[in-house]
């Protein structure tokens, strides 16, 4: 997400931490790396020029100059603007007080619309929630039918409107939602590749029709200036009350979606961080702008792991940790959890420090062929072997290499890996039970751990 203008402010960050002391030459060469890292990833330029203002008035009226800790204030600050332009703090999604919620959809065809539909409506489904969803882009066949299969794929019914009828069939649905179960209706409309008369007017009467209590517009987060000056013109004409930033983990020029906020004065509420249809997050401004500058996000990270692990299991295997009784069936079942919060590489770059590490690992169908084969391994082990990993001697090793459809030295990498990693968890172990080991918030506690 944002990778390439992480990569730059960190070389710069990094650069000016080198430094023994913050000079005025110092922080003037920062601010012009900073510029141009912004610039080249597509952030607005009148965005840019006010941020970059507001990063040197600060850093000179806090009196970095010179000072032992300057470079850390200075990418607190930078940190600070950030988290300004992005919108300060998460905003909610709107509940009324009587159901239903009506949620419409609007943006640019190719923008990401109707997948988004059918992640929100995933995301409301995991609060207790019960969506429904509308398919009103009547001018593309398509779509109706891709919103029909992905509410299936979920369990979520799906409603389509006659296309004689879009605004009236739109309204009739939500006004019957409550009494047919659900309490949020997510309306998709039509969109075009550029944005014309006829679409706003449609999309206009649409939203006067269902008086939805949000109107949020999806943002594709790769269009560049695109993104930008589609923002304002459904601005212009519709009552906006939040933005979709959908496609974010493309690595592709997206600064322009991170200027649309600014921009348009309208809140970032929502987050597109992948293909999955789990892959929607709550925006939040200053976690987004840690990410940004390689300082991780530990709380989306916590989030993830109380969604996906199992908690019992979890306190199981952190018990496990303290009696060095570890064995390749834990660690299969911990690959298994690991797998539903997200690519490694991805859960890598929310801890602090590890950004560099998740850039070595191999990202995409090469990723899945890793773990394949380390689950083929452990799967071609008898119950003893997972069991006691000491007593794969040679043969035994050529056994589960030819069962695995891997080589004997892919067995004994995996064999002497996780070796070395039992044995930092045995350390980690006892210095949870010492009380030296600090707990994050909402994980799990193990046993001599402090509360």
């Not at 206009?204 to 930008?228: C, I, S, Y």
């Not at 035994?396 to 892919?410: E, F, K, M, Q």
């Amino acid at each position: 997400m944002f990778e390439q203008l992480s990569d730059k402010l960190t070389v710069t960050f990094e650069r000016l931490r080198g430094r023994p002391r913050v000079t005025e030459a110092d922080l003037e060469e920062a601010l012009r790396d900073v510029r141009v890292a912004l610039l080249e990833a597509d952030v607005n330029f009148k965005v840019v020029r006010q941020l970059v203002a507001t990063v040197r008035e600060r850093a000179l009226g806090a009196k970095v100059l010179e000072s032992i800790t300057g470079a850390q204030q200075v990418v607190k600050i930078v940190h600070d603007a950030l988290v300004e332009m992005l919108g300060s703090e998460a905003t909610p999604l709107v509940r009324a007080e009587r159901p239903p919620t009506v949620v419409v959809l609007a943006g640019l065809q190719g923008s990401g619309k109707t997948t988004t539909a059918a992640k929100l409506a995933n995301l409301l489904r995991k609060q207790g929630r019960r969506p429904l969803l509308v398919a009103a882009d009547v001018h593309r066949p398509a779509a109706i039918d891709q919103l029909v299969t992905l509410g299936k794929q979920l369990g979520v019914p799906v409603k389509a409107v006659d296309a004689s009828r879009v605004a009236e069939d739109a309204a009739a649905i939500a006004a019957s939602a409550a009494s047919e179960g659900s309490d949020t209706v997510i309306v998709d409309t039509a969109g075009r590749l550029h944005i014309d008369e006829a679409m706003m007017t449609e999309i206009e009467r649409v939203v006067a029709t269902t008086k939805p209590h949000e109107v949020l517009l999806v943002v594709d987060a790769m269009a560049g200036q695109d993104a930008v000056d589609a923002a304002t013109a459904f601005h212009a004409r519709l009552p906006l009350t939040g933005l979709v930033l959908a496609k974010a983990d493309g690595d592709a020029r997206g600064g322009a979606s991170l200027s649309v906020r600014a921009v348009t004065g309208v809140p970032v509420k929502l987050i597109g961080t992948g293909e999955k249809l789990d892959a929607i997050e709550v925006f939040h401004p200053d976690r987004l702008a840690q990410r940004i500058l390689g300082m991780g996000d530990i709380l989306t990270l916590v989030e993830r792991a109380q969604e996906t692990v199992d908690q019992q299991t979890a306190e199981a295997q952190a018990r496990k940790l303290l009696d060095a009784s570890f064995t390749f069936d834990d660690f299969y079942a911990q690959l298994q959890q690991v797998k539903k919060m997200g690519p490694l590489g991805d859960i890598l770059k929310m801890i602090p420090g590890l950004g560099g590490v998740a850039k070595q690992l191999p990202e995409g169908p090469e990723a899945e062929r890793e773990l394949r084969r380390i689950e083929a391994i452990i799967s071609s082990m008898t119950r003893a072997e997972r069991g006691d990993p000491t007593i794969i001697n040679g043969s035994r090793r050529r056994r589960i290499a030819a069962g695995s459809g891997t080589t004997v030295s892919d067995v004994n990498a995996l064999i002497k890996q996780f070796g070395e990693m039992k044995k930092l968890m045995k350390q980690m172990g006892a210095l949870a039970k010492s009380g030296r080991l600090p707990r994050l918030p909402g994980m799990p506690r193990m046993p001599g751990m402090p509360r």
